[in-house]
T-cell receptor, first 111, second 115 residues
Framework: QKEVEQNSGPLSVPEGAIASLNCTYSDRGSQSFFWYRQYSGKSPELIMFIYSNGDKEDGRFTAQLNKASQYVSLLIRDSQPSDSATYLCASPGGTASKLTFGTGTRLQVTL | GAGVSQSPRYKVAKRGQDVALRCDPISGHVSLFWYQQALGQGPEFLTYFQNEAQLDKSGLPSDRFFAERPEGSVSTLKIQRTQQEDSAVYLC?????????????FGPGTRLTVL
């Protein structure tokens, strides 16, 4: 079992809808999580960081962390075609917080 | 400002050749990480430097992989006697310091294809 698990998708949502991306993790000691967006052929870019239980909002993005249930999610409101990308969930751990990534969920926002 | 840069962006090697991949981190960033990303997968950790010290190389897949950062800035990942399974995108990332709360900034990656 991978330490960080994601459904690879693709997840298809219509433009304007809410996209919900989920990630589960096995290490109860994990304290924080990063959501990276990766466009095809590009490098990952950070969009959200969360370390407290509950919700964290930034513009159209909301990250949710539930440490008891060991899952973290990312909600994208008013989805746009430009949101079509792979979303990677990552948790730091070990030496100097090297990141452990999930496989990523591919999101497709359709017109 | 300048981000993380990597060169070359693309590298094609014949099986058995040695390759060297370069990473220029963001100026002043203490921590530098190398990741390997296979097609359709998330990045996998290879190795980590704090300044010039290589503090973790647990992710290097074999002794054919070697990384260095002699002056605490530019880093080179070397792969000797390349094999087809080494084909992947190699990502370099840097952060201000190694902490659970520090963002890692990624470079554009080097896509290595071994024929």
């Amino acid at each position: 079992q991978k330490e960080v698990e994601q459904n690879s998708g693709p997840l298809s949502v219509p433009e304007g809808a809410i996209a919900s991306l989920n990630c589960t993790y096995s290490d109860r000691g994990s304290q924080s999580f990063f959501w990276y967006r990766q466009y095809s052929g590009k490098s990952p870019e950070l969009i959200m960081f969360i370390y407290s239980n509950g919700d964290k909002e930034d513009g159209r993005f909301t990250a949710q962390l539930n440490k008891a249930s060991q899952y973290v999610s990312l909600l994208i409101r008013d989805s746009q075609p430009s949101d079509s990308a792979t979303y990677l969930c990552a948790s730091p751990g070990g030496t100097a917080s090297k990141l452990t990534f999930g496989t990523g969920t591919r999101l497709q926002v359709t017109l | 400002g300048a981000g993380v840069s990597q060169s070359p962006r693309y590298k094609v090697a014949k099986r058995g050749q040695d390759v060297a991949l370069r990473c220029d981190p963001i100026s002043g960033h203490v921590s530098l990480f190398w990741y390997q990303q296979a097609l359709g997968q998330g990045p996998e950790f290879l190795t980590y430097f704090q300044n010039e010290a290589q503090l973790d190389k647990s992710g290097l897949p074999s002794d054919r992989f070697f990384a260095e950062r002699p002056e605490g800035s530019v880093s080179t990942l070397k792969i000797q006697r390349t094999q087809q399974e080494d084909s992947a995108v190699y990502l370099c990332a840097s952060s201000e310091r190694g902490s659970s709360y520090n963002e890692q900034f990624f470079g554009p990656g080097t896509r290595l294809t071994v024929l």
